[in-house]
């Protein structure tokens, strides 16, 4: 039973954690690129060469934004099967676990209160429900992409702790 | 915002596995009670239970919405806040 648990943990923490990473990770590119206004060269004539090119972005910017609000939602597998293989293999209390349990818990803060609000502020603007932004739209997608680095951070050292598990006997 | 019918029905889907795996867990606990089908059941109640709380707040659009309060009571809570959902925007009710 515990393979399983492990099994549905791992496949869940893939294929859900990874699209977040991913998409998140690409969002505040895709950001930049549907305001031409911002990136184009001042004597480069308004949509000259990349006609289209911000309406595509703006698609883009969309569907990123959606993977990372429906898969961030399907990643709530992956620390409810984590506890269920925890608990089956009788590590809850281990120190590398509970250090994984708090990193985890900030990495899911850090998406659900800055980086999913922060791609939801960026769409409502493309909509065009945003009037008076507070901040330039480059300075709050580079904002973004820290929030989001962050995030993939946090992840990445989570993973790093469940190879590791420093202090366990089973340790590789 | 109003709930999206496909959003509703992904509402309702976890609300029914919540029940039933519960019932399945109590069940399992009064009779035979198999280790295998307890360790697998409680992890999959428990992500339902968490998936009925976070489509009920993203669909009322509030925290404090009555739907998101129904949706914590353990077991029945996805039901009750699918019926609420559900009365607010009839159209997305197939059933």
Known sequence: MTKFLLSVHVLAAILAIGPVAVAASMFPAAVRRSHPAAGAPDNAPAGAAVDGAPAEAAAAVRTLHRICRVYAVVGVVVPVFGLATASSLGVLGDAWLIASIVLTTLAAAVLVVFVLPGQEAAVAELDGEVTAPAAPASARAARLAMHTGVFNLLWATVTVLMIVRPGSTTGA | ?95
């Open chain 2, 1 to 95: 915002m109003h709930p999206r019918p496909s959003q509703l029905a992904l509402l309702r889907i976890a609300a029914h596995v919540e029940v039933i795996s519960l019932l399945m867990l109590l069940g399992n606990l009064l009779t035979v009670h198999a280790e295998g089908v307890s360790s697998l059941t409680g992890p999959v109640h428990g992500c339902a239970y968490l998936f009925v709380v976070i489509i009920a707040v993203r669909e009322a659009g509030a925290v404090r919405h009555p739907a998101v309060l129904r949706s914590l009571v353990p077991g029945v809570g996805g039901l009750l806040s699918v019926r609420l959902l559900g009365r607010q925007n009839p159209v997305s009710l197939p059933v």
